[in-house]
């Protein structure tokens, strides 16, 4: 079938979507018509949803961001995770040009000195291929959920992406860390060792640290930033990431 996307089309997909559990909310979407794009970034929650995907043989492309600043651990579990599910992770890189670009501008490593760079890196790094990833696709699976932060508390399971135009779907919107934790523990679903050395949110590796005791899941995500909301664009339009301006003195 041919798949309208817009907000109509999103909250009816979320109304159903509510009432499913995991494989359901993953099969309906996959026998929706057209492309649907699963993108991981190996977490824990989004082992959750490949090891759903590969074990109930659905149609949906699997997909990573491959940034080149990845933990050696992720891209291990890349690796593993194909194996272990008999998938194809399709790997998308930046373009070196963009980063020769970023590097000759800001520095290699500038993302530490301004929003501004930052934002700059995850663009070249994360938003570029991406958008190369989404080409064609009608549905974008992701692993948010409400929990992980307060900038997502409010994660439907289905809404309408007015900036690549299409309809992405977060089934996992309504688990918790606990629940994660218990179906990786009940279905043997690999996940990231980092994730015992207290990584719960795993990033690049110069943008990611360990969290401490009470802290935010994604507390470890640009720790040097001062900013609670912020984020990389991939879910949150860059302008609602980034802190807003100091009012003028005037």
């Known amino acids: 079938m041919t798949v309208l996307t817009g907000n109509g089309t999103a909250e009816a997909l979320n109304d159903k979507l509510a009432g499913l559990d995991l494989a359901g909310r993953l099969a309906l979407v996959a026998g929706l018509g057209g492309r649907a794009v699963f993108t991981t970034s190996l977490g824990i929650e989004d082992q959750v949803i490949t090891a759903a995907i590969g074990t109930e043989r659905l149609p949906v492309d699997v997909v990573t961001l491959e940034t080149g600043r990845l933990f050696k651990e992720t891209v291990e579990l890349i690796d593993e995770t194909e194996g272990q599910y008999g998938i194809t992770i399709a790997r998308y890189a930046p373009v070196q040009d963009d980063i020769d670009a970023y590097a000759e501008k800001y520095g290699l490593n500038g993302f530490y000195e301004s929003v501004e760079a930052r934002h700059a890196c995850c663009s070249v790094r994360k938003l570029k291929p991406l958008a190369r990833a989404l080409e ?115």
């Not at 943008?207 to 664009?233: L, V």
Request: charged share 25%; proline share 10%; hydrophobic share 35%.
């Open 136 to 250: 064609g696709a009608s549905f974008w699976i992701t692993g948010l959920r409400r929990g992980q932060s307060g900038n997502r508390a409010e994660t439907p399971f289905a809404e309408y992406d007015a900036e690549r135009n299409l309809i992405k779907v977060n089934p996992l919107a309504d688990w918790d860390i606990e629940r994660i934790k218990a179906y990786v523990a009940d279905n043997a679903v690999p996940v990231n060792p980092m994730h015992a050395r207290g990584y719960p949110s795993i990033g690049c590796e110069p943008c990611t640290r360990a969290i401490k005791p009470g802290e935010p899941e994604r507390a470890g995500r640009w720790w040097w930033e001062n900013d609670e909301k912020r984020e990389c664009g991939l879910h949150v339009p860059e302008a609602a990431a980034s802190p807003l301006p100091a009012p003028s003195a005037a």
